[in-house]
């Protein structure tokens, strides 16, 4: 078993607020249909976006598994911390025993923003993740944001 921690951060020129609403607070409309070469839906099975709300993400063929559901754990708007565990699905029982991401935004230069991802997992075994493994499974959760800033700044 692998414990272990991958981060990557960004800078956007679109405002806290804007991205916290879009990729927080509006991201389960908006991923389906920004990428839906990737997503086919997200719905909410339980809760209204604060902690304890799941969500049950479901993909096309070009993801490795059919869907995943994960879990609310920290939804601050006012520091704007948003902290998720995959619960169900997804690289969990296959190759994690457990996933759990952080999404930190904070303002940056010209009114603009600091993007911070952090993901935190427990591997099954230990040759997973690789280093480029893990750099994936941030990587994805870092694409998905962009999509959302791609779609704010062409709105």
Same mark, same amino acid.
């Given at each position: 078993?692998?414990?272990?921690?991958?981060?990557?951060? =960004?800078?956007?020129?679109?405002?806290?607020?804007?991205?916290?609403?879009?990729?927080?607070?509006?991201?389960?409309?908006?991923?389906?249909?920004?990428?839906?070469?990737?997503?086919? $839906?997200?719905?909410?099975?339980?809760? $209204?976006?604060?902690?304890?709300?799941?969500?049950? =993400?479901?993909?096309?063929?070009?993801?490795?598994?059919?869907?995943? /559901?994960?879990?609310?754990?920290?939804?601050?708007?006012?520091?704007?911390? =948003?902290?998720? $565990?995959?619960?169900?699905?997804?690289?969990?029982? /296959?190759?994690?025993?457990?996933?759990?991401? *952080?999404?930190?935004? *904070?303002?940056?230069? *010209?009114?603009?923003?600091?993007?911070?991802?952090?993901?935190?997992?427990? $591997?099954?075994?230990?040759? =997973?993740? /690789?280093?480029?493994?893990?750099?994936?499974?941030?990587?994805?959760?870092?694409?998905?944001?962009?999509?959302?800033?791609?779609?704010?700044?062409?709105?």
């Amino acid at each position: 078993m692998v414990a272990g921690v991958h981060t990557e951060e =960004f800078t956007s020129t679109v405002s806290v607020e804007k991205l916290w609403k879009a990729g927080v607070d509006d991201a389960h409309n908006l991923l389906p249909t920004l990428l839906p070469h990737v997503i086919t $839906s997200v719905e909410v099975i339980e809760g $209204s976006g604060g902690p304890g709300t799941l969500k049950k =993400f479901t993909f096309t063929d070009v993801v490795e598994y059919k869907s995943l /559901t994960d879990r609310v754990d920290i939804y601050d708007p006012v520091n704007h911390l =948003f902290k998720h $565990s995959v619960v169900e699905g997804g690289l969990l029982g /296959t190759k994690l025993k457990s996933l759990v991401f *952080e999404i930190k935004v *904070e303002a940056a230069g *010209e009114g603009g923003c600091l993007v911070k991802v952090k993901a935190e997992y427990d $591997s099954i075994d230990d040759g =997973f993740p /690789t280093a480029e493994e893990a750099a994936k499974i941030t990587g994805n959760m870092v694409g998905m944001i962009k999509a959302v800033e791609g779609y704010l700044l062409a709105n």
